[in-house]
């Protein structure tokens, strides 16, 4: 599975951003798509999953109700919209793939690569 991660870019506090991922090599539909993101001097963290057969999501805390992932079957791609976005959301955010849902360690099997997010305050 090959991922390629596009959006983001400088947005300022209070603003709204979508992030793409599309997949190539195979379909997702027995995936799980993963947004992970990294700011600076930070550790890698979850930020939010869906599985691609039956939609349940996954959402790490700080994100609840402002961010929401999504797919396109058809497309094959998975989506991070992010509303009302904060300064802390600044970070390279990572979209990721894998059969199973995996929030930590060294996260699912394929990952893109990332794109970064600036939130001005």
């Known amino acids: 599975v090959q991922l390629q991660a596009s959006g983001g870019g400088l947005v300022q506090a209070g603003d709204s951003v979508s992030l793409s991922c599309a997949a190539s090599?195979?379909?997702?539909?027995?995936?799980?798509m993963h947004w992970f993101r990294q700011a600076p001097g930070k550790e890698r963290e979850f930020v939010a999953a869906i599985r691609w057969s039956g939609g349940s999501t996954y959402y790490e805390d700080s994100v609840k109700g402002r961010f929401t992932i999504s797919r396109d079957n058809a497309k094959n791609t998975g989506y991070l919209h992010m509303d009302k976005l904060k300064p802390e959301d600044t970070a390279v955010y990572y979209c990721?793939?894998?059969?199973?849902?995996?929030?930590?360690?060294?996260?699912?099997?394929?990952w893109g690569q990332g794109t970064l997010v600036t939130v001005s305050s």
């Open positions: 090599g195979r379909t997702l539909s027995s995936y799980v």
């Open positions: 990721a793939a894998g059969r199973m849902l995996v929030v930590g360690g060294q996260g699912p099997d394929y």
